[in-house]
């Protein structure tokens, strides 16, 4: 596909999903509120509605491609390459209570070395911002060309840095809270990146290794074409596998200064 083929491909799919997870919210929530489900069960069937909704589109467009995901795309069997790196929707927690920070993304990797991702697309479900970069095209939000923020000073101003289950005096991570002015945390990593991306944080941290593949497969490509800097680890290794899938651990920033800042206040190797 061209890049114009591919921006049009994924469009089309998210739009499909954003569709899909809120007819479903709509149609259960209602039950979740009489007690007839629990959170985990809504939960669980926004996440499938969205998954359902890519793996129709892929059937009806007669494409066979391997797609990691979530359990949802187990049996779907399809040529190896190009692979499709699939979020349903990232930050369900938020999506189900209402807090408005929740996404789905999708990458496109020409091999199972996370480097080669050269597309994706991220859409806010809340507000359906659409962002979309393309190795060596940039990034853009809505069609408008998306640029980092240009921080001078290494004290961060606003990042994201996710501490759950950090424990003081052992954890890392924690060591940033003394550098920066506004530490917050959306709980949607592909939209945290996204906000790095367009200048509205300076910067991502998540390096509990919680994170999978799909979580910011889209996202750190556009924080790239963005002018920002990314460094991804998988169980501490360099080398990512997209089929691995888990053990991912992100920083995402502004500048080469600012990562190189934040690595070494976090004591990251």
């Not at 799919?13 to 069960?41: C, H």
């Not at 499709?84 to 070395?113: E, L």
């Not at 945290?192 to 991502?204: K, L, P, S």
Request: aromatic content about 14%; glycine content about 6%; overall charge neutral.
């Amino acid at each position: 596909m061209t890049y114009i083929e591919e921006y049009s491909f994924l469009r089309e799919a998210v739009e499909r999903m954003y569709n899909s997870l809120w007819s479903t919210f709509s149609k259960y929530q209602p039950m979740f509120y009489k007690g007839d489900i629990t959170l985990k069960e809504l939960a669980s069937k926004v996440d499938y509605a969205s998954a359902s909704a890519f793996r129709e589109y892929l059937e009806r467009e007669h494409i066979k491609n391997k797609v990691v995901s979530e359990e949802w795309f187990d049996d779907y069997i399809g040529k190896e390459y190009p692979v499709y790196i699939v979020d349903p929707i990232d930050g369900t927690s938020n999506f189900i209570r209402g807090v408005p920070f929740s996404s789905i993304s999708i990458a496109i990797s020409s091999s199972d070395d996370f480097n080669d991702i050269y597309a994706g697309i991220v859409m806010n479900v809340f507000t359906r911002e659409i962002y979309f970069a393309y190795k060596g095209n940039g990034s853009f939000k809505n069609g408008r060309k998306l640029r980092v923020s240009n921080i001078k000073d290494t004290r961060i101003s606003h990042m994201s840095i996710a501490i759950t289950h950090a424990i003081p005096f052992k954890s890392p991570s924690l060591y940033i809270l003394r550098y920066t002015n506004y530490p917050r945390h959306f709980g949607s990593a592909a939209l945290e990146d996204c906000f790095v991306a367009e200048g509205r944080i300076d910067a991502h941290i998540d390096v509990r290794g919680d994170l999978r593949v799909f979580d910011i497969a889209a996202s750190q490509i556009i924080v790239k074409e963005a002018g920002g800097k990314v460094i991804v680890r998988q169980f501490d290794n360099d080398k990512v596998s997209i089929s691995r899938v888990k053990g991912i651990k992100i920083i995402s920033a502004s500048t080469p200064q600012l990562i190189e800042r934040i690595t070494e206040i976090i004591r990251w190797p």
